[in-house]
């Protein structure tokens, strides 16, 4: 495998679990570079372009809402979890725990036959 | 105006306007957040070359605006399929067009290489013309209807059309061969009414017999006198006929979308068959449908006992084709209702299972 489908695959894996890592951030409000920071700060990079976009699109969805504030001379959207977020989340924490265990059966499968 | 003000209005106008001026706020925002915290970092005040790092960090504004917009399609990935076969018929049907004109004209007019060099050149370039033209109409129709797809849809669903049925697997006996149509034949079909809509409605002149002054022979018009062959009373039929003609297309089309007969298109199929008939029996009961008579040519022409044996043999003639007509879409009706019946019986439609 060449370094960019593996780098492909490795984006394709983050893809899916940006949207739990945002919401799951996102009880208390946040503006976009703090979530970005929060988010690094546990370890997860996550670029500006792909942030944004994904914020707006989740509020399009419900799960977010946003507020713009004024905060030292510059205006701020801030984001937090939705009712509707909220009562989603648990269900996906669920669905990200059981993927867990099942692949960490399968690879750990994969190598004891190895 | 800064860098950044720049750099935001260069999104900007990449996007729909509805959102613009909230999504370049958001990046302003954002990028005003990332220079105060390199400007805390260095210990210095905010300057150009931090402003170039975090711009280069935010990336393209083209991709930035991208990450905004759903993918956009002219012709999306739903109708891309229909607009190949619309393609590949319309492309057919023209060029087996181009091909019988280009015969006739060649036949008529070319007199040496060069002339019918020219109108072998005139033929391509009409036929490139024509072509162009159709692919053009059918972008701009397939066009509109993406369009109208997606503007009713979702904003954020990619796929803009309306959820299909779930499928069942089933429906795959439905294919199996009587029931699959035959791709050449329906194909075929297409290109041959078109080609008879298009000349007995545009082009009634080809169906007469000319004849010059230095006594050559012609089929069709030009500068010489001709007498038609058909009658006023066939041309009479012409609108109907045209009307199941296009019906024919129709049913062609819906055909090759679909990829088998099922118990609409059969219905649909005996209907047209049915009509045809009634017409084939209006034309045996009506008046002769041949115009030329023994005494419609000079004498010194044709002789008029040859002329009366050919127009003898074109009344003879054209009854039995169409009694031969008549014949054909009766043993069409009654199998296309057989394969109806049968398709309702268990036992056929899962032929081939045991």
Do not use: C
């Amino acid at each position: 495998m060449t370094n960019e489908s593996l780098e492909n695959v490795i984006l394709e894996l983050r893809r899916g679990i940006i949207v739990l890592a945002v919401l799951s951030q996102l009880s208390q409000e946040q503006y976009g570079y703090s979530l970005i920071n929060s988010l690094r700060e546990s370890g997860l990079e996550i670029d500006q372009g792909t942030l944004y976009p994904l914020l707006r699109r989740l509020e399009s969805q419900g799960l977010l809402q946003s507020s713009w504030r004024i905060e030292a001379d510059r205006p701020r959207r801030y984001y937090v979890i939705s009712s509707e977020g909220q009562t989603l989340l648990p269900q996906l924490k669920q669905e990200w725990n059981s993927i867990v265990a099942t692949m960490t059966k399968m690879l750990n499968k994969d190598r004891r036959e190895k | 105006m800064n860098l950044i003000d720049i750099y935001v209005s260069e999104v900007g106008r990449r996007l729909p306007a509805k959102t613009r001026s909230d999504i370049e706020a958001e990046i302003h925002s954002a990028l005003e957040d990332m220079l105060e915290e390199r400007s805390q970092k260095a210990g210095r005040p905010e300057d150009d070359e931090m402003i170039y790092e975090i711009l280069k960090e935010y990336g393209d504004p083209e991709k930035v605006a991208a990450s905004y917009l759903p993918e956009r399609y002219l012709i999306g990935p739903s109708l891309f399929p229909i607009f190949l076969t619309l393609v590949k018929v319309i492309l057919a049907i023209l060029a087996i067009i181009a091909l019988v004109g280009l015969g006739v004209n060649l036949g008529q007019s070319a007199t040496n290489i060069q002339s019918g060099l020219q109108i072998v050149g005139k033929a391509f370039g009409n036929l490139v013309t024509s072509a162009l033209t159709s692919i053009a109409s059918v972008v701009f129709i397939l066009g509109i209807i993406e369009w109208t797809l997606r503007a009713s849809g979702e904003h954020l669903d990619v796929k803009g059309l309306p959820e299909k049925k779930e499928w069942d697997p089933h429906s795959l006996n439905k294919i199996a061969p009587p029931n699959r149509i035959k791709l050449g034949d329906t194909i075929a079909e297409i290109v041959f009414t078109f080609f008879a809509i298009f000349l007995f409605n545009f082009y009634p002149q080809v169906f007469s017999l000319g004849y010059s002054a230095n006594g050559s022979w012609y089929i069709g018009t030009g500068n010489w006198t001709s007498v038609p062959i058909l009658s006023e009373a066939f041309f009479h039929y012409v609108p109907y006929l045209t009307v199941v003609w296009i019906l024919t297309v129709i049913l062609d089309i819906l055909l090759l979308r679909q990829g088998y007969w099922n118990t609409l298109t059969r219905i649909y199929s005996i209907v047209l068959r049915v009509i045809n008939i009634t017409i084939a029996a209006a034309m045996l009961a009506g008046p002769s449908l041949i115009a030329l008579s023994s005494n419609s040519l000079p004498a010194n022409m044709i002789s008029p006992g040859t002329l009366q044996l050919l127009v003898n043999l074109l009344t003879k003639i054209y009854p039995i084709g169409i009694w031969l007509s008549i014949l054909g879409n009766s043993v069409e009706i009654i199998r296309i209702f057989y394969r109806m019946v049968a398709n309702k019986i268990p036992a056929f439609e899962v032929q081939g299972k045991h």
